[in-house]
């Protein structure tokens, strides 16, 4: 029976008492060491740059090309109008342009009377002068240039300046032949005559005259010459000559 006794392992009672778990002292260490890893701040998230800001170098790239084709637009335009102004003006000096003028030298009246559905016929003769002061510029006179007699507004008749060229300095007298036939001419007709009892019958000469500039060799595209002469005649007597009283005439260009 003795030699069957367990032996059990004897307690040390001066032994030193077992120290913390290996958990504990970890944390212990980490308590001393400084802040625990459950305690750490979380990463910061990184900055992203705003769409607007990321494409703020392209739209400036854009708008600076926007501007330079602006100002080299602009800066041509002004280019051309000096150039033009600066032409002209040297042309001018250069040539002296004047307008033309026209006088009317005489009238006569062929015809005058109404016919059979009351409308009025009338055929008046016409004289003038044309005067190109110019020294250094003919002036071409085109076809469908026209002259017409007027009175209050309604036209009594009409006839076509002839073609030709007009040299420098050049005074020329055409014939024009008018014609016409105006509605309600018994209305026109009793005026006409109303006004003829009084020996002062206002009437309205009007000219539309395409040209064609020539300055030197070089002919220019055609522009217009309106003209208006306000007569003032003492008698609408056919087959007479009529006086002319007063005339006052005034002429312009129309590009």
Not at 24 to 47: D, F, V, W, Y
Not at 64 to 88: D, E, R
Not at 212 to 233: E, H, Q, T, W
Request: glycine share 6%; hydrophobic share 35%; proline share 5%.
């Amino acid at each position: 029976m003795g030699d069957n006794q367990k032996i059990h392992p004897a307690v040390d009672v001066e032994a030193p008492a077992p120290t913390a778990s290996l958990v504990s002292c970890g944390l212990a260490t980490s308590e001393k060491g400084g802040s625990s890893l459950s305690q750490r701040r979380p990463p910061q998230p990184l900055r992203t740059v705003p769409a607007v800001m990321q494409s703020s170098k392209p739209s400036q790239t854009t708008r600076s090309c926007c501007c330079k084709c602006i100002c080299w637009t602009v800066g041509l335009l002004v280019l051309l109008l000096v150039v033009v102004g600066a032409t002209a003006g040297i042309l001018y000096l250069v040539f002296k342009p004047k307008i033309p003028n026209y006088s009317v030298d005489s009238l006569t009246i062929s015809d005058l009377r109404l016919n059979f559905d009351m409308s009025l016929y009338a055929k008046f003769d016409v004289k003038i002068t044309a005067n190109n002061p110019n020294k250094k510029i003919g002036i071409y006179y085109e076809k469908d240039g026209l002259l017409s007699v007027w009175y209050t507004n309604t036209k009594l008749c009409q006839g076509s300046i002839p073609k030709f060229y007009q040299g420098h300095q050049n005074i020329t007298k055409l014939d024009v032949s008018l014609t016409g036939q105006t509605q309600d001419g018994n209305t026109l007709m009793r005026a006409l005559q109303e006004q003829q009892q009084t020996g002062r019958i206002p009437l309205d000469l009007k000219i539309d005259a395409p040209v064609a500039i020539k300055l030197g060799r070089l002919k220019l595209r055609k522009v217009m010459i309106l003209g208006n002469c306000l007569l003032v005649v003492d008698s609408l007597s056919t087959n007479n000559r009529i006086s002319i009283k007063a005339s006052n005439c005034k002429f312009r260009l129309k590009l």
